[in-house]
């Protein structure tokens, strides 16, 4: 088993709709949740960053956070096709000097 | 605020060559460093990562290697180049928290190698 699990996609979505992805995780010692945008050719953006269970709100992006499952999730309001790129989900634990990324879902969203 | 470089952007180099990725950080202090590499969609593998001056962390043996000369200067590095190291390297950073705690890490802009 992976340490990091992503669904890989590609997933299309409308313009408009409600997009969730979802990592899970297997390692109980993480503590700290990332998600990054990344576009085709370029380097991975910082999305959202979180250390605890629950939601963090960011504009249209929501990062869901549930240890007991080591499950998290971003969700995307009124997804623009300007958010079509591949979202990459990483955790690192508490005192550690490494991230751990998952695979990374390729998102489009058509006009 | 913070700001990461790393140059070139593209590299197109022959098979035995030797290379050279430099990423540079701006607007921080004593930031872990960290050398990713990217292969056509496939995610990050992380090759080197550095807590400090002259410290080095290898994560998977290969033909490259890094330095850090400065505190915000980090160099990827091949005496000769195989077809295998093509790929995107990606150079991040991350600041130091209470308790010597990793937050979150930012990405520079990358560098795309083509080895032929």
């Known amino acids: 088993q992976k340490e990091v699990e992503q669904d890989p996609g590609p997933l299309s979505v409308p313009e408009g709709a409600i997009v969730s992805l979802n990592c899970t995780y297997s390692n109980s010692a993480f503590q700290y949740f990332m998600w990054y945008r990344q576009y085709s050719r370029k380097g991975p953006e910082l999305l959202m960053y979180t250390y605890s269970s629950g939601n963090k709100e960011d504009g249209r992006f929501t990062a869901q956070v549930d240890k007991s499952s080591k499950y998290i999730s971003l969700f995307i309001r009124d997804s623009q096709p300007s958010d079509s790129a591949t979202y990459l989900c990483?955790?690192?634990?508490?005192?550690?000097?490494?991230?751990?990324f998952g695979p990374g879902t390729r998102l489009s969203v058509l006009p | 605020s913070q700001t990461i470089h790393q140059w070139p952007a593209t590299l197109v180099q022959p098979v035995g060559s030797p290379l050279s990725l430099e990423c540079t950080v701006e607007?921080?202090?004593?930031?872990?460093l960290y050398w990713y590499r990217q292969a056509a969609g496939r995610g990050l593998q992380l090759l080197f990562y550095?807590?400090?001056?002259?410290?080095i962390s290898s994560e998977v043996p290969q033909n490259l290697s890094a330095s850090r000369p400065q505190d915000r200067q980090f160099i990827l590095s091949s005496k000769k180049l195989l077809l295998s190291d093509s790929g995107f390297y990606l150079c991040?950073?991350?600041?130091?928290?209470?308790?010597?705690?990793?937050?979150?890490?930012?990405f520079g802009p990358g560098t795309r190698l083509t080895v032929t």
């Open positions: 991040a950073w991350s600041s130091i928290g209470q308790g010597k705690v990793v937050r979150e890490q930012y």
């Open positions: 550095s807590v400090g001056i002259g410290q």
């Open positions: 990483a955790m690192s634990p508490f005192g550690g000097q490494n991230f751990v």
């Open positions: 607007g921080t202090s004593n930031p872990n």
